[in-house]
């Protein structure tokens, strides 16, 4: 009799599609890519970078400088159309230690109904909730960051397609992919188990990033302002906090 697939072979083998996001990190970039191979559905993503001949070969698309939320409207119509129910976002200055062990870790947080969007912590990051601080759980926060993040595929596509007319950088899109878990009725966690390496102060220039947040934000329905506004204080990233959130935006 042909045994039965658990759910954790069906996410490992069909519904888990890799995506790193590229900007003139080609080398960094594929050599992300090929540690995937093999393991997990990966495919590498660019935007506006000057790829030879020779390296074209391990770029899926390439795109003119359409910037973060670009890649992001990108991915989320690639996930549709190959039909991946969870997705995994990595930009290629991100440094992971173990790929056997990134994947395990987010296999098994799927495996469990109530998370929408997965991130590992992080040494070093804007948002404290999100540092690597040694006490070895998944614990539940109000949004995680936008450079190595899992989620389920259906919460991004509530959000996407983000319009890059107003915020092409990616700031705050985070924080709003946080509001459509919960609206959702899922939660966004971060495993402090283990952690990833996001260089401190990459990314585009934070000036424009932050107006080009603030404009699309002001597009956005009340309730996504207002959990913006909570989501994003200090005195509200901890366990009060998500409590709050959970009490008011969770469905």
Not at 25 to 39: M, P, V
Not at 121 to 148: D, L, P, R, W
Not at 215 to 244: D, R
């Amino acid at each position: 009799m042909e045994r039965s697939i658990t759910l954790l072979e069906m996410i490992s083998k069909e519904n888990i599609a890799i995506i790193i996001f590229n900007h003139e990190l080609n080398e960094k970039a594929i050599q992300l890519k090929q540690r995937f191979i093999g393991n997990v559905d990966v495919f590498l993503f660019d935007s506006g970078s000057q790829i030879s001949n020779l390296e074209r070969q391990y770029f899926d698309k390439a795109f003119e400088n359409i910037y973060y939320n670009g890649l992001l409207n990108a991915t989320n119509e690639f996930l549709k159309k190959q039909g991946y129910e969870i997705g995994v976002i990595i930009t290629s200055d991100v440094e992971i230690s173990n790929i056997g062990i990134f994947l395990d870790k987010i296999r098994r947080a799927f495996e469990k109904e109530e998370i929408g969007v997965y991130a590992p912590s992080a040494e070093y990051s804007f948002h404290h909730h999100m540092i690597y601080n040694k006490s070895n759980s998944v614990q539940q926060v109000s949004f995680t960051e936008g450079f190595c993040f899992a989620f389920r595929s259906n919460i991004l596509n509530e959000m996407c397609p983000v319009d890059i007319k107003l915020n092409k950088f990616g700031y705050g899109t985070d924080v709003i992919l946080g509001y459509h878990a919960l609206d959702q009725g899922f939660i966004s966690a971060v495993d402090h188990s283990y952690y990833v390496n996001h260089p401190y102060g990459s990314g585009y220039d934070k000036q424009a990033a932050i107006k080009a947040k603030h404009n699309w934000l002001a597009s956005l329905p009340k309730p996504q302002q207002w959990f913006y506004k909570i989501a994003t204080k200090s005195i509200f990233k901890n366990t009060f906090g998500v409590f709050v959130l959970n009490l008011i935006f969770r469905k």
